[in-house]
């Protein structure tokens, strides 16, 4: 079954890095688009970014642009998120999610979260 | 960017009894060239991730029980649940994949009353 698996989140200062990574499994990964959704505590959804099988597709949000990467490994099955600039409104759960097809937009299975805080 | 807002924020439904959450999208959702509305909802349980419940508007994901049914075309959407079970417990979100940002509804909170 789909499996996805996020680490790397903890505690770091406000204008420093953090790479979260999303391990695979259960399916083909090189095949499916695949996103970050983050969600601040105690509040909604916010899609963050999304990269195609290929990757010749990459989107972000305007929140983000610029400051965050999304990039994936295939044959690691990985998805990463590198985080720079990292700011207090960036605290939230970070989910990998996995779209239904290469970039279809909605999210078919999502993990069980990295929480990122950022704090001084 | 399309806004998608619910209504209502929080609903609170005796058990068997039906829930009606709505979703309104700033600009309609609906791709003439293959009459698809593009939208999803999601269940959220406390703790837990999202759960893809509904695609395409109406489309049911596999293993989502038939007590969900979602509804609605353009920029008007419904989501609801019949006969209504303890365990559908949980905060609930329409989302449109019809441009990016990819956007979603605020949140509605069921509960039991």
């Known amino acids: 079954q789909v499996q996805l698996v996020e680490s790397g989140g903890g505690v770091v200062q406000p204008g420093r890095s953090l790479r979260l990574s999303c391990a695979a499994s259960g399916f083909s990964f090189s095949t499916y688009g695949m996103h970050w959704v983050r969600q601040a505590p105690g509040k909604g959804l916010e899609w963050v970014a999304l990269?195609?099988?290929?990757?010749?597709?990459?989107l972000y949000s305007d929140s983000v642009r610029g400051r965050f990467t999304i990039s994936r490994d295939n044959s690691k099955t990985t998805l990463y998120l590198q985080m720079n600039d990292l700011r207090t409104e960036d605290t939230a759960v970070y989910y990998c999610?996995?779209?239904?097809?290469?970039?279809?937009?909605?999210?078919?299975?999502w993990g069980r979260g990295t929480l990122v805080i950022v704090s001084s | 960017d399309f806004v998608m807002t619910q209504s209502p924020d929080s609903l609170a439904v005796s058990l068997g009894e039906r829930a009606t959450i709505n979703c309104k999208s700033s600009q309609s959702i609906l791709y003439s060239s293959n009459n698809k509305n593009y939208l999803a909802w999601y269940q959220q349980k406390p703790g837990q991730p999202p759960k893809l419940l509904i695609y395409?508007?109406?489309t049911r994901e596999t293993g989502v029980p038939d007590r969900f049914s979602g509804s609605g075309s353009g920029t008007d959407f419904t989501l609801t649940i019949d006969s209504l079970q303890a365990e559908d417990v949980a905060v609930y979100y329409c989302q449109q994949y019809y441009a990016t940002p990819y956007t979603f509804g605020q949140g509605t909170k069921l509960e039991i009353k």
């Open positions: 395409w508007a109406s």
């Open positions: 990269l195609s099988s290929d990757e010749d597709y990459i």
């Open positions: 999610a996995k779209d239904i097809e290469n970039r279809q937009g909605y999210f078919e299975k």
